[in-house]
């Protein structure tokens, strides 16, 4: 199975070609001069064709427009961001006649458009990002689908778990978010050209063609909802996924911290390069700078992300402050950096099998499991059979004993006295070796049977679905970049077109 980078890398040049590649790669050049010039483009050959412009003045225009392209191109060409800003460019190329493309146009729909295209890119960015990471996180899953780790809950151990069960655990949160990135995508690639300022315009503009051009699914619907509503809502929609995937990579790393902590971890950072970093003052240190600035990354991406967010709050509708399309990349682009830095944690982890099995071997994380046996094979309620193991545990931890070395004699007594007064056996059900093996951590994960669970048929099985999952994702970033590709190249033709004077 190819790495999440190579898969997206073999995909792309399968289908589009090196082209392609290329201009995914690019989408930092697709900025609002870009789109504005798309508009611009867009405007021209649909006007001209079908009536709402003189077909004798559009080579013309266009002449002025791809000299204005040609110059904002140039290492230090003007690229205004603004419709205000480009059409005196524009003008001065051409004259006053260009503004006759300006026929049911304002900033207001312009705007929203380019916007919502510049958020679609960087949304196929994270999206991206995403799959490189869970690739990875997946990836590792499987390679440890038969370490036994101790997890833990209200950070106590709790439990022996498989390690590659506890990463597809964390792999299914990042596929929510993935989930949440095709789901905004499709929201917010909507057209909104041809809505003008807030009802519409007496001009029969072509608004599905405009969208077909510019690479847009469909259109935004309501006139009102284009620039005054929606256009305020996809900042905040995509703050809440990047909120998720901060705090996704956050408590990861949390729990490698919590590693950090210990004398002597069974999860730890390779040591060297930028993962760690001996300490200044006291030599035996080796400092996790890698955990210390993913975890700062996210923190700054749920920084950055409550700024839409905070923003818009209190405004009449179509307000600028949660619009601005540099602060929402610059938000786009800290979630980016989080799963980045996540993916450099997992390729950086390094898990001593045996200290795990140590640790789970040293406390009672398997205690749960005679409470259960007690009760599926010998009926015994549950919580006289959980009263049977937490009085096992207290005389173990009184005494300095771990399950391993732990007197079957003692369990003997503490059962009977545990039962005594009641209708359960009055002996201890289980032979010494059966008790030894309800106690081993290996043989617990091996025996569990529900659906979800770290035994080894069902570890094969959601490891499978995951990759499915992760190809579906790695498909769709595909094919939503061939639309938009195949839409503009489609769009240069038709300008191209339109010939020169």
Same mark, same amino acid.
């Not at 003007?78 to 205000?84: A, D, G, K, L």
């Not at 209200?154 to 022996?160: E, H, I, T």
């Given at each position: 199975?190819?790495?999440? /980078?190579?898969?997206?890398?073999?995909?792309?040049?399968d289908?589009?070609?090196?082209?392609?590649?290329?201009?995914?790669?690019e989408?930092?050049?697709r900025?609002?001069?870009?789109?504005?010039?798309?508009?611009?483009?867009?405007?021209?050959?649909?006007?001209?064709?079908?009536?709402?412009?003189?077909?004798?003045?559009?080579?013309?225009?266009?002449? #002025?427009?791809?000299?204005?392209?040609?110059? $904002?191109?140039?290492?230090?060409g003007?690229?205004?961001?603004?419709?205000?800003s480009f059409?005196?460019?524009?003008i001065e190329?051409g004259?006053?006649?260009? /503004?006759?493309?300006?026929?049911?146009?304002s900033?207001?729909?312009?705007?929203?458009?380019?916007?919502?295209a510049?958020?679609r890119?960087?949304?196929?960015?994270l999206?991206?990002? %995403?799959?490189? /990471?869970t690739t990875?996180l997946?990836?590792?899953?499987e390679?440890?689908? $038969?370490?036994?780790?101790?997890?833990?809950t209200?950070?106590?151990?709790?439990?022996?778990n498989?390690?590659?069960?506890?990463?597809?655990?964390?792999?299914?949160?990042?596929?929510?978010d993935?989930q949440?990135?095709?789901? +905004?995508?499709?929201?917010i690639?909507?057209s909104?050209?041809?809505?003008?300022?807030?009802?519409g315009?007496s001009?029969?503009?072509?608004?599905?063609?405009?969208?077909?051009?510019? $690479?847009?699914?469909? &259109?935004?619907?309501?006139?009102?909802d284009?620039?005054?509503?929606?256009?305020?809502?996809?900042?905040v929609?995509? #703050?809440?996924?990047?909120?998720?995937?901060?705090?996704?990579?956050?408590?990861?790393?949390?729990?490698v911290?919590?590693?950090?902590?210990?004398?002597?971890?069974?999860?730890l950072?390779?040591?060297g390069? !930028?993962?760690?970093?001996?300490?200044?003052?006291?030599?035996?240190?080796?400092?996790?700078g &890698?955990?210390?600035?993913?975890?700062?990354?996210?923190s700054? #991406?749920?920084?950055?992300?409550?700024?839409?967010?905070?923003?818009t709050?209190?405004?009449?509708?179509?307000m600028?402050?949660p619009?601005?399309?540099?602060?929402?990349?610059?938000?786009?682009?800290?979630?980016?950096?989080?799963l980045?830095?996540?993916d #450099?944690?997992?390729?950086?982890?390094?898990?001593?099998?045996?200290?795990?099995?140590?640790?789970?071997?040293?406390?009672?994380?398997?205690?749960?499991?005679i409470?259960?046996? %007690?009760?599926?094979?010998?009926?015994?309620?549950?919580?006289? $059979?959980?009263?049977?193991?937490?009085?096992?545990?207290?005389?173990?931890?009184?005494?300095?004993?771990?399950?391993?070395d732990?007197?079957y004699?003692?369990?003997?007594?503490?059962?009977?006295?545990?039962?005594?007064?009641?209708?359960?056996?009055?002996?201890?059900?289980? +032979?010494?070796?059966?008790?030894?093996?309800i106690? !081993?951590?290996?043989?617990?994960?091996r025996?569990?049977?529900?659906?979800?669970?770290?035994?080894?048929?069902e570890?094969?099985?959601?490891? !499978?679905?995951?990759?499915?999952?992760?190809?579906?994702?790695g498909?769709?970033?595909?094919?939503r970049?061939?639309?938009? /590709?195949?839409?503009?190249l489609?769009?240069?033709e038709d300008?191209?077109?339109?010939?020169?004077?």
């Open positions: 199975m190819p790495s999440g /980078t190579r898969f997206a890398a073999v995909l792309l040049a289908i589009f070609g090196q082209a392609a590649i290329a201009m995914s790669q989408s930092s050049a900025d609002e001069f870009f789109w504005l010039a798309q508009m611009n483009k867009a405007s021209l050959v649909i006007n001209s064709q079908e009536g709402l412009l003189d077909p004798g003045i559009a080579p013309g225009i266009a002449e #002025a427009l791809r000299e204005v392209i040609a110059s $904002g191109d140039t290492p230090d003007e690229r205004p961001r603004t419709v205000i059409e005196p460019l524009l190329a004259g006053t006649e260009v /503004t006759l493309l300006h026929a049911g146009r900033s207001q729909d312009m705007h929203a458009t380019f916007r919502a510049m958020l890119d960087k949304l196929l960015e999206a991206d990002q %995403l799959h490189v /990471t990875t997946v990836d590792l899953a390679r440890h689908a $038969g370490t036994v780790v101790p997890n833990y209200n950070g106590v151990a709790a439990q022996p498989s390690f590659g069960h506890y990463l597809l655990g964390h792999a299914a949160g990042l596929d929510r993935a949440r990135i095709r789901e +905004a995508y499709a929201r690639d909507r909104a050209m041809g809505t003008t300022v807030l009802n315009t001009w029969p503009l072509n608004r599905q063609r405009m969208a077909d051009y510019l $690479g847009f699914a469909g &259109l935004v619907e309501n006139a009102y284009a620039s005054q509503i929606s256009s305020m809502d996809h900042p929609e995509v #703050a809440s996924i990047i909120t998720s995937v901060a705090l996704h990579g956050g408590n990861f790393v949390e729990d911290m919590t590693q950090y902590a210990q004398t002597r971890p069974w999860m950072l390779e040591e390069g !930028d993962n760690t970093y001996v300490s200044s003052a006291m030599p035996q240190k080796r400092n996790p &890698l955990l210390n600035n993913t975890r700062s990354d996210a700054q #991406a749920i920084v950055l992300a409550m700024g839409p967010v905070i923003q709050p209190n405004i009449t509708p179509g600028p402050d619009k601005s399309a540099s602060d929402n990349a610059g938000m786009v682009d800290a979630g980016i950096a989080v980045s830095r996540l #450099a944690v997992l390729n950086a982890l390094v898990i001593d099998e045996e200290r795990a099995l140590e640790e789970l071997n040293s406390d009672w994380t398997a205690s749960q499991e409470a259960d046996r %007690l009760m599926r094979d010998h009926g015994l309620p549950f919580r006289e $059979g959980h009263h049977v193991a937490s009085e096992i545990v207290t005389y173990a931890r009184q005494n300095g004993l771990g399950p391993l732990f007197p004699p003692e369990a003997q007594r503490i059962y009977a006295e545990a039962v005594m007064g009641t209708d359960a056996p009055a002996e201890l059900p289980f +032979a010494e070796d059966a008790f030894r093996e106690l !081993d951590p290996e043989a617990i994960i025996a569990r049977a529900t659906s979800g669970g770290p035994q080894p048929d570890m094969t099985r959601m490891i !499978d679905t995951a990759r499915t999952r992760l190809d579906d994702h498909a769709w970033i595909v094919e970049r061939e639309v938009v /590709t195949a839409a503009l489609t769009l240069d300008f191209e077109g339109l010939g020169q004077n």
